[in-house]
């Protein structure tokens, strides 16, 4: 998998699951059902801290500016807002159709491109260590509850 599939695959999996969690509350506002609000909101969580995961990742990889890294960040808080983004990221033509730190070809210079280079070098281990941090950032955001009391 390349920076540009990756990045375009979780930016439209945060416009999905966005889109799901506002029809969940939409039904849950006119009386349908409550139960799907949950649902929607775990597996939106899930894929928003995924998405940040991979954006972080492709920034340092692609040697994205600051402000550019930081706006896909923020933009993920906003409904729908990643997808333009991955489109205009990747006219920009800084979504890379390889890795530049994990062929080797490229030593890393900074302590973030050095540890990337390690995941892409350790692809599975990596993607198990990832992934078990986002479950558990996830659990322990769920165990925190919202933000504001829902009445």
């Known amino acids: 998998m390349t920076p540009r599939s990756l990045f375009k695959t979780f930016a439209l999996a945060e416009v999905v699951t966005w889109a799901g969690l506002i029809t969940a509350m939409i039904l849950r506002g006119v009386g349908v059902t409550d139960s799907l609000v949950p649902v929607a909101g775990g597996v939106h969580g899930?894929?928003?801290?995924?998405?940040?995961?991979?954006?972080?990742?492709?920034?340092?990889?692609?040697r994205w500016g600051a402000?550019?890294?930081?706006?896909?960040?923020?933009?993920?808080?906003?409904?729908?807002?990643?997808?333009?983004?991955?489109?205009?990221?990747?006219?920009?033509g800084l979504l890379a159709r390889r890795w530049r730190l994990g062929s080797g070809d490229?030593?890393?210079?900074t302590l973030p491109?050095?540890?990337?280079?390690?995941?892409?070098?350790?692809?599975?281990?990596?993607?198990?260590?990832?992934?078990?941090?986002?479950?558990?950032?996830?659990?322990?955001?769920?165990?925190?509850?919202?933000?504001?009391?829902?009445?």
Not at 78 to 89: G, H, K
Not at 106 to 109: A, F, I, K, Q, S
């Open 67 to 92: 402000g550019r890294g930081v706006l896909g960040l923020a933009l993920s808080v906003i409904p729908f807002a990643t997808w333009p983004f991955e489109i205009a990221t990747d006219r920009a």
């Open 106 to 109: 490229e030593e890393p210079r």
């Open 46 to 62: 899930f894929v928003f801290l995924a998405y940040c995961v991979v954006t972080v990742i492709v920034w340092v990889d692609g």
């Open 113 to 151: 491109e050095r540890i990337l280079a390690w995941v892409l070098r350790h692809v599975a281990l990596a993607a198990l260590l990832l992934g078990a941090l986002v479950v558990i950032v996830f659990v322990v955001l769920l165990w925190l509850g919202p933000p504001v009391e829902l009445s």
